[in-house]
């Protein structure tokens, strides 16, 4: 059974920082790339960002090119989303997601995640 539980968020002004993690455990965590989403009140849930199994692929959406990193520990079976210079538009909950297929690069879609952690809040104030 693959249990992922995110951690980090909460509330932030405007142009400050947070840093989500989200501890991953049932499968081998190194084989399989994940991603970051996240769904703003009223809206469908959107894709954020991806890492690939090894690392070696990432992807943003482009509102948070320049401002989100994505990494991975892989001895830790954590994956980070670094959020820096946050503006009230980020306001969601995050969630993170592991990848249907074994060692195939990073996808956007969420049709290619079968495994969702609970989600966690962040607010942006102005």
């Known amino acids: 059974q693959v249990q992922l539980v995110e951690s980090g968020g909460g509330l932030v002004l405007a142009g400050g920082s947070l840093r989500l993690s989200c501890a991953a455990s049932?499968?081998?965590?190194?084989?399989?790339?994940m991603g970051w989403f996240r769904q703003a009140p009223g809206k469908e849930r959107e894709f954020v960002a991806a890492?690939?199994?090894?690392?070696?692929?990432?992807y943003y959406t482009d509102s948070v090119k320049g401002r989100f990193t994505i990494s991975r520990d892989n001895a830790k079976n954590t994956v980070y989303l670094q959020m820096n210079s946050l503006k009230p538009e980020d306001t969601a909950v995050y969630y993170c997601?592991?990848?249907?297929?074994?060692?195939?690069?990073?996808?956007?879609?969420?049709?290619?995640?079968?495994?969702w952690g609970q989600g966690t809040q962040v607010t942006v104030s102005s």
């Open positions: 890492l690939g199994w090894s690392g070696a692929n990432t």
């Open positions: 049932g499968r081998t965590f190194s084989s399989y790339s």
């Open positions: 997601a592991q990848q249907r297929e074994i060692l195939t690069i990073p996808r956007r879609s969420e049709y290619e995640y079968d495994y």
